[in-house]
């Protein structure tokens, strides 16, 4: 039996990228804090993370890595048998990793990464890159046999203040070394060592459909502390909304509450050149156009049982409620002035117009005063 350290590797976490780091203090030790008192450490960033959003494949991975070697931007570190890293799974006969310089995540983020990725990386590291712009290039590989952390841990690199408990946003402390113990002879079963659930593409066929929505999730993780008071709850029920898109729950309820904050967000385009209200024109003529048919059953029903007192039918208020749906009545009582705190007589007044509206919009001709009208106006 051999007793082994599990260490994990502090995160920089910034809108799509996760990156773990290291700190090289020398050619045979390390660190996982940094400690400035204690002499330079230079900070290094896991190959494996800064390839994950490229689209470049695991297996292509070495050769890219050679090649950046070869300039002193990568190097293989070779851990003692006696360090595991919690989420990296890597063989034991071969306990190596390999990692960039701060030089090195700029040369490929440039080289591969989105003008959006990049400006989050010139924004966080560029303290680093100007206080480590004079090291020497990389050997091609260290052996790591000692690690050298302090009992208090420090700041961590990678952001110009570190903002804690923000979604999307953290620098992830890392945990205690757990001291375990396993045989000599166990092997980990596969040589998988960027295990993010995300972070590498050929792990599922389909993650390309899904890496443009986790950039923008990622992107509004970094965005919700500059959020306003007034604006969370609308961001909450937008986001209650996407989940139950998701999970197949989404009801009327949902949508109604959600577009009516949309709508209300702002003051909106005046009347005559508003895009939004064309919009919801075209789509609520739309839905009323197909409803023709069930309307036109409605009233025709309606005549047949009213057939002998066509002259006495009911009032206009009674008529439009029992013929035509909710939302035409509410869509034009609101445009003509009568909301429901509108005064009784004023509604009563207009309802006959009301009514004579939705005759003509559904084609359906129900009152005396509706069908001379028509026949006066399809004579001229």
């Given at each position: 039996m051999s007793d082994v350290t599990y260490l994990t590797l502090p995160t920089w976490i910034g809108g799509s990228l996760n990156i773990r780091f290291i700190y090289l203090v020398n050619s045979?030790?390390?660190?996982?804090t940094e400690c400035p008192y204690k002499g330079p450490a230079i900070p290094l960033y896991l190959g494996a993370d800064l390839f994950s959003n490229t689209g470049i494949r695991t297996e292509n991975h070495p050769r890219h890595h050679a090649k950046f070697a070869k300039k002193g931007l990568a190097t293989k570190l070779h851990f003692s048998s006696v360090y595991r890293f919690h989420g990296l799974k890597v063989p034991t006969s071969n306990n190596s990793l390999w990692f960039y310089s701060v030089q090195?995540?700029?040369?490929?983020?440039?080289?591969?990464?989105?003008?959006?990725?990049?400006?989050?990386?010139?924004?966080?590291?560029?303290?680093?890159?100007?206080?480590?712009?004079?090291?020497?290039?990389?050997?091609?590989?260290?052996t790591f046999s000692q690690q050298l952390d302090l009992t208090v841990i420090g700041k961590e690199p990678g952001t110009k203040q570190s903002r804690i408990n923000e979604p999307g946003s953290d620098i992830l402390k890392p945990l205690e070394a757990v001291h375990t113990s396993m045989e000599a002879g166990d092997n980990s079963e596969d040589h998988n060592y960027c295990s993010h659930p995300y972070q590498c593409p050929e792990t599922h066929p389909n993650l390309d459909l899904f890496f443009p929505s986790q950039k923008q999730i990622h992107?509004?993780?970094?965005?919700?502390?500059?959020?306003?008071?007034?604006?969370?709850?609308?961001?909450?029920?937008?986001?209650?909304?996407?989940?139950?898109?998701?999970?197949?729950?989404?009801?009327?309820?949902?949508?109604?509450?959600?577009?009516?904050?949309?709508?209300?967000?702002?003051?909106?385009?005046?009347?005559?050149?508003?895009?939004?209200?064309?919009?919801?024109?075209?789509?609520?003529?739309?839905?009323?156009?197909?409803?023709?048919?069930?309307?036109?059953?409605k009233v025709e029903g309606f005549k047949l049982h009213h057939i002998d007192r066509i002259n006495d039918l009911p009032p206009a208020e009674e008529l439009t409620q029992e013929l035509f749906p909710e939302?035409?009545?509410?869509?034009?009582?609101?445009?003509?002035?009568?909301?429901?705190?509108?005064?009784?007589?004023?509604?009563?007044?207009?309802?006959?117009?009301?009514?004579?509206?939705?005759?003509?919009?559904?084609?359906?001709l129900i009152t005396g005063v509706a069908h001379v009208l028509y026949s006066s106006l399809i004579y001229k």
């Open positions: 045979t030790s390390f660190r996982l090195g995540l700029f040369r490929i983020a440039f080289e591969f990464y989105s003008k959006q990725d990049q400006l989050s990386l010139l924004e966080n590291f560029q303290d680093i890159w100007k206080s480590h712009i004079n090291d020497d290039p990389l050997q091609k590989g260290y992107r509004l993780g970094d965005k919700l502390p500059q959020i306003q008071p007034g604006q969370l709850k609308t961001v909450g029920l937008l986001l209650d909304l996407i989940d139950s898109y998701i999970t197949d729950n989404l009801n009327e309820h949902n949508v109604t509450e959600a577009v009516m904050v949309l709508l209300q967000a702002k003051q909106w385009d005046e009347v005559y050149s508003s895009c939004l209200l064309s919009c919801i024109g075209r789509w609520l003529g739309q839905q009323f156009h197909k409803a023709n048919s069930s309307i036109s059953q939302a035409m009545r509410s869509l034009l009582l609101h445009w003509m002035g009568l909301s429901e705190e509108a005064s009784v007589d004023k509604r009563h007044s207009e309802c006959p117009i009301l009514l004579l509206i939705l005759e003509f919009a559904n084609h359906n």
